[in-house]
């Protein structure tokens, strides 16, 4: 009784297996890869959302004050999305009767890097 195939043309050969494999791979690593730049880049932008609420939330605690803040320099912090938010404050005089204020917002203590800076004027 004679088979209607031989054993050679059955399935694939080693060599095939490897290169699909080695295409798998390539493809998962790439995608892998694609993956952690979109993870990356939404909680960039969520961190950055954050410290814009806590800059901007600085500034109308300033306007509401009754008072003209001093001139120099302020900090503090902030909680705001499970996290805590360092700022400095610098309030400068300008030529006329109003004061510009900057507002940098970190997230770290250090406060080596802003992640946001906002300038107000009051």
Request: hydrophobic share 45%; net charge positive; proline share 4%.
């Amino acid at each position: 009784m004679a088979l209607p195939y031989s054993y050679t043309e059955q399935g694939f050969s080693l060599l095939e297996v490897l290169v699909a494999l080695a295409v798998l791979s390539i493809s998962l690593g790439a995608l892998s890869q694609s993956y952690q730049v979109a993870i990356h880049n939404s909680e960039h932008l969520r961190d950055k959302t954050f410290a814009q609420w806590v800059a901007l939330n600085e500034l109308s605690r300033l306007r509401l004050q009754q008072q003209s803040p001093p001139l120099g320099t302020l900090q503090g912090k902030s909680p705001m999305g499970h996290k805590t938010w360092y700022w400095q404050t610098e309030v400068f005089a300008t030529d006329f009767a109003i004061r510009r204020i900057k507002i940098q917002v970190y997230p770290e203590k250090t406060r080596q890097y802003a992640i946001v800076v906002l300038d107000g004027f009051l």
